[in-house]
């Protein structure tokens, strides 16, 4: 009985199939990467993320290795703790043999070991015998290459189908090839090492002898091409070259008491280091995978932020990147106006024909203040001048997009509306169809104001300011800093609803509050326009049952009309989403909710495959020794939910680097009671690289400098 049903053009997998296991095993290397299944085979089915993908192509959609009697059975998969290699170890089941005899089951170990190189997949395969007689074994590749276009495996629909070219065999290799609608030639290649006893139009066969005791070695590589790779960027608007060979970032090094968060922050940050890629701007982190493997501005800034006391030099290259592919002029089909930053670019096949507007796409309202408010945090970390002065006509350009195409009717808000007809609707990070809505459950009509993008815009001209002065530009600095205080006293007397006693989620384009109790308000603690005595309703509101899982805070109250703890935006939990509310209190003495959502994401990763935070998970309430319920689409790994330890641990401990200084600042610093000792090892402050080690008890938290430390201070407030 077949594993998989097919009726008309929707795939099923029976529920008792080994292939309705959802856990996938992800390797990446820039713009490659594959997303196996646990035994390292690739099955794509339907609109599954399966594959190996190059430039957003598919380029292999079935690899699947089995042996002649039968499929292989899985002993066990992982990858390792650095993410540059997937290890999956197989055997045989029981099986005839020629002559007669059989082969008892697990008489043979296969070990696949694969890892990723510049465009190539190459896998190790170790084959040992461990029989008292000689085995005779043929192992059998499957293949196929569909070089579907990212879009279309996420579901996109397709007008023209593709027409793939006849595969070529030959005694040693074989290869798919397929000519785009962009004119592109994209070809994956399979070679082995060892010989092929046979090639077919869509497998490999080879026959491995083995004495007692006897193993042997071979290698297979399936080379991903595309020519002509690039085409020009004033065709195509697609991202800058990668260049090979660069380092990836360092950082500091975080040690605990607890095993279970080390590797927790572990994993995080080999998935940051596996997801940031060179380009020719410096580092930039890809989103995440399958779906968003490429760059997009809003995470980008996002993630650069959460990881800048780990590493500014991440957000560096991400603040160059967004700079150099700053929007120029006005352009309605990528929803582009003067001074906007970057939604995200793309080098599919569909986005180069324009089948999809997002070769390069500006339909993100709130990426422009938020280019901003990093590159001031940036310079506060760092002191670097001289990047800011390199930026700062890029910074004035998006200050005046926020205060001429930002805010549409001059009522002093920053809304937005697609002018795309094919952009997205919702342009704030919460993207999806339905997730801004009235009280009563209807959509809002736009153009929409959403209030963390207000929050978003007084950081902006607050952190601007301060870069302004630094850079001698006085009277700009004055003014920048009115602007944000009016910012502030319009947006408390808009957005605050007594009703529902919180910030509204947004206002329609009739300027009236969807009265919605968000987790976007959350957004507003970090950038300071929240009054202080409102600031602690919202967050007595996020800590309480509504809207706190157990896990994090959902991205609504349940009491909401549109809550559905399954859904994307309406009631999931999204990591880098908790992380930015607990950021919030960084600079607050009381720091309960901090603490509190840090220690509901460490013991989600505790129940997750290879402690990985993905991008979501549902919002059902926690139960005792149950994990999280998954999203099933949802990116794993993703940048920002990768990063979110590293936010929420640095608002725990309330900690702030002043490159001005050369201090590190502590405020009202607590630790969850999960971690009693903390030590950081390669901090960069100012010129010097710092060791701290920090020790909870019951009176509080002490921070010790290391041996030899000197060069820097701690500034502590209890």
Known sequence: MSDIIELGNEFYIRARSSLADIQTRVLMRGDLFGVFDRCGDLRAIGSGGHGLFYGESRHLSKSVLRSANGPLLLLSS?????????????????????GGRRMPQRTLHLQRTKFLRDKDCEEEIRVRNYGLRLVSLELILELEADFADIFEVRGYPRVKP????????????????????????????????????????????????????????FTLTVSCLAEPEERSAA?????????????????????????????????????????????AEGLYPYAGVPWFSTVFGRDGIITALEYL????????????????????????????????????????ELSRIGAVPFGRYYGSADSTPLFVYLAAAYFGRTGDQGLIQTLWPNIELALAWIDRFGDRDGDGFVEYGRRSQDGLIHQGWK????????????????????????????????????????????????????????LRQRFEEAFWCDAISFYALALDKDKRQCRVRSSNAGHCLFTGIARPERARKVISSLSEEGF???????????????????????????????????????????????????????????????????????????QAGIGPTLYPSACSPQAWAAGAVFLLLQACLGLSIRASE?????????????????????????????????????????????????????VMVT
Not at 457 to 486: F, M
């Open 662 to 714: 050369a201090a590190v600042h502590f405020f009202y610093p607590r630790l969850p009671e999960s971690l009693q000792e903390v030590d950081i090892r390669g901090l960069k402050v100012g010129q010097s690289l710092v060791d701290l080690e920090i020790h909870r008890s019951e009176e509080g938290v002490t921070v010790n400098p290391g041996d030899g430390a000197g060069g820097f201070k701690v």
């Open 162 to 217: 593709r027409q793939l070219l006849s595969p070529e065999a030959n005694d040693s290799s074989l290869t798919f090839s397929y000519r785009g609608l962009d004119k592109v030639l994209r070809k994956t290649v399979i070679t082995s090492n060892l010989r092929p006893i046979a090639v077919g139009s869509s497998d490999m066969r080879f026959l491995i002898e083995l004495e007692p005791q006897e193993e042997k070695v």
């Open 431 to 486: 993207d999806s169809s339905d997730s801004v809505f009235r009280a009563d459950g209807q959509p809002a009509e736009g153009p929409i104001a959403i209030c963390e993008l207000q929050a978003y815009v007084y950081a902006a001209k607050q952190g601007a300011a301060s870069l302004a002065k630094t850079l001698g530009h006085t009277e700009k600095a004055e003014t920048l800093q009115q602007e944000a205080e009016s």
């Open 78 to 98: 992982t990858v390792t703790q650095d993410n540059s290699r997937l290890i999956i170890d197989l055997t045989n089941p029981e099986c005839d043999l020629p």
């Open 309 to 348: 006391w780990i590493e500014p030099e991440l957000a560096k290259g991400v603040l160059r990147y967004l700079a150099s592919t700053q929007a120029v002029e006005h352009n309605p089909a990528q929803d582009a106006e003067p001074g906007k930053i970057l939604h995200e670019t793309r080098k599919s």
């Open 235 to 279: 065709n195509t608007g697609h991202s800058p070259k990668i260049r090979s060979g660069e380092p990836q970032p360092g950082g500091c090094e975080i040690q605990t008491s607890n095993q279970h968060f080390n590797d927790w922050i572990n994993r995080s940050k080999a998935d940051l280091e596996m997801m940031i890629t060179p380009t």
């Open 548 to 622: 706190f899982s157990g896990w994090g805070v959902r991205t609504i109250a349940g009491s909401e009309k549109r809550f559905n703890p399954m859904s994307y935006h309406n009631g999931s939990v999204w990591p880098h989403d908790n992380a930015l509310i607990g950021f919030g209190c960084t600079q607050a003495p009381e720091k309960n909710l901090a603490c509190q959502i840090l220690s509901g994401l460490f013991e989600a990763s505790i129940f997750l495959d290879l402690h990985r935070m993905p991008e979501l998970f549902c919002g059902f309430k926690k």
